[in-house]
């Protein structure tokens, strides 16, 4: 809005409600694909629209409706919402195109969207200053209650100032303007830009997190009132302002290597917020997918402006309707490309969320998974060739890629083999005791798993506990420093010792997983034997007494019968 020079009279101000700087909105909102003059084309502006009903007109009455024929990527997106394997940029592009249509009131009126924070103060009125877009952003839907608006660490904040000027009948304008637009962080002034209505900041921020990014607007006005006697010279200043609440997406993600005995390649990366995808490979054909898909959608909070003056407010479609990217999770955990000789996926390491689908716009028609999910914060994987150079994050806003930090300890890893053995130690007919034996099958040194803070009095240097154990059964021991863990088990079988290792990203060397069976019977001891042996006569002895009597009672029996 131009500072005014002149004096502008009462008259003036209450006949002049026609003719202010805003566009009526089209007949259709959102408009039709191929009906504005952007430089997305058709199909591109028949993806932008997930917030809006999907009526799935058919051709003919499409063409009978529009007098005009459709594509068939328009025909979805009349039936359905398109979706993106990434975050596209056609919603910046349409908002920066859209934005420009975007024109405030002159004195006695103003306009604003149905979300904007109006003040009043002596000579102004329904002031605002309220965000437009900002991008690139994407606005993630990680699970029913919540819901985090990402924006990048460098982007453009389009902003909308606007005001009218009230007076009453013994007063007139000397002078309005506003002065001076502001966007703040966190309270700290960013960038200061001179007064306009329609005010651009291009920012770039220098750490990541949860912030508050404010617009703020100073407008002034200065009047003359009359009352017959003396002529009163009246100022007027009121600052406006809108907080937007988000997350300065800047992603970082440490990143661990290891080499396996065979020669494969092992990988693990952790990011603390939520990711698109990981590339493994030069040829970027060896790559990870997260569990994100995106759709783009209006702000339905721009849908109606409202025009206001001294004597009447009216609201109107709007013509300037900014797009957000939308992410959501697709997908149960994430999942490997190329599928079927792709990485391999050996542990996920995340929050289990419910699913957003309650927290979605009732139109949105998209493939969002129903059931809860793994949003994870960190992976281990492993592939046959890891270009360790050509390791990759890429974010779920358009354009941010992951800045690779050095982990604390170093990046690199060593797997080797180890070896487990089990040998039976002592038994006895009720029960038998297991050694088992673990070591570096490189260097035959012990490997130790037990932690020397569970015994307060035992320290040795060099012999640094590492996480893992042992299973024999449903039993789960660790090694001493010796490597040496003892099992004590009652029932006959076989047996098998199994070594879990713990993750290879918080020791080098690190190790594989290895078993030993050993078997056990009491039959296979001479004390065994012997005891059997011993049962047999304790338990025959009674059958040999009653046999041995029964046949001289036979025998007796049968002299009787001679006689």
Known sequence: MHQMAFVIGLAVIALAVVGVGVAVGSADVPPRPGTDESELDGNETATLWSKAPNTCISDAEYEDRYNESRTVMQELGNCTDLTFKAPPETAERWSAYDYESLEGGDAETSIYPTHANLSDSVLIADAHATTFAIHPSTRAHLDANETVHYIAPEGTLRGFVDYRVRLESNASVLGHEIEEVRLRRDGNVVDTVEGTQTPVFDYTFDHGGSTTLTLEADITARGERDDGNETELVTDQVTVSQDLDVEVYDLEASVYHASYPNGDSGVAIYQDQPWHGYTLSDDGEATV???WRYYTARDTGWDELTRATRVSQ??????????????????????????????????VWGTESSSPEPALHENADIDVISSAYTRSDGLALRYDNIDRDSVAVDGIVRGVTADIVEPDGGSKREIRESDLSVEIVDSNTTAVTLRLELRDAKTGRPIMLESPFDQPRFSVIGHASREGYITVGDQRVRTNREGVAEVTVHQPGIYTAEYHPGSWRSQSPAYLGATATEMWHPLATPTGWFVLVVDVVRYAFPFVVALYAAKRIGTFLKLNDTL
């Open 314 to 347: 009216e609201t109107v479609g709007s013509d300037s309707l900014p797009v957000y990217v939308h992410a959501y999770p697709s997908e149960i955990g994430p999942r490997t490309e190329p599928i079927r000789d792709g990485p391999e996926i050996l542990e």
């Open 289 to 291: 997918r997260g569990v």
